[in-house]
T-cell receptor
């Protein structure tokens, strides 16, 4: 079964501390993995995708096929990082439906 | 280029009333989606349309109908609203596996 699991509903981190948002997936085939972010009362937007291997707003995520994980990391949290984060997957190169995890709310403490 | 637009932004309905949520995209994308977002449940797919003239059920289709009027527009209809349909509704389109979201419709059913 295709599934995305985000084990933490809420993660509170002090400003300046490292951040790691966990994401595990189950997919038969070659998935493409994404992180989407939703700031307060705004629309969801793409943060990063594994094939681009970019660092966006200081965040990185590495696809670990052995552990079927795609954890989102940032070395030093900033207050503006407070938001809802969704991990998602789709079939690589296919424009069919994307499967979302239930999301993790990241709260940066001052 | 407005991206994905949704109307209305807010709506309050009484139980049993009907309404249609409108969504349009000007990016010439083939695939469009309707999600609902609830606290602790993340994003759940209601219906999607892989191309003009086709629609498919998602995870939570009961109580909803959709129409893919043309390539640009994908509407979601609640025939007889229930309090359980109180939620934030997001429309999205997809291109190259990246989803573009609308600003959302906040619906309250009393």
């Amino acid at each position: 079964a295709q599934r995305v699991t985000q084990p933490e509903k809420l993660l509170s981190v002090f400003k300046g501390a490292p951040v790691e948002l966990k994401c595990n997936y189950s997919y038969s085939g070659s998935p493409e993995l994404f992180w989407y972010v939703q700031y307060s009362r705004q629309r969801l937007q793409l943060l990063l995708r594994h094939i681009s291997r970019e660092s966006i707003k200081g965040f990185t995520a590495d696809l670990n096929k052995g552990e079927t994980s795609f954890h989102l990391k940032k070395p030093f949290a900033q207050e503006e990082d407070s938001a809802m984060y969704y991990c998602a997957l789709s079939g690589l190169g296919r424009d069919d439906k994307i499967i979302f995890g239930k999301g993790t709310r990241l709260h940066i403490l001052p | 280029n407005a991206g994905v637009t949704q109307t209305p932004k807010f709506q309050v309905l009484k139980t049993g009333q009907s309404m249609t949520l409108q969504c349009a995209q000007d990016m010439n994308h083939n695939s469009m989606y309707w999600y609902r977002q609830d606290p602790g449940m993340g994003l759940r797919l209601i219906y999607y349309s892989a191309s003009e003239g086709t629609t498919d059920k998602g995870e939570v289709p009961n109580g909803y109908n959709v129409s893919r009027l043309n390539k640009r527009e994908f509407s979601l209809r609640l025939e007889s609203a229930a309090p359980s349909q109180t939620s934030v509704y997001f429309c999205a389109s997809i291109m190259n596996s990246e989803q573009y979201f609308g600003p959302g419709t906040r619906l309250t059913v009393t």
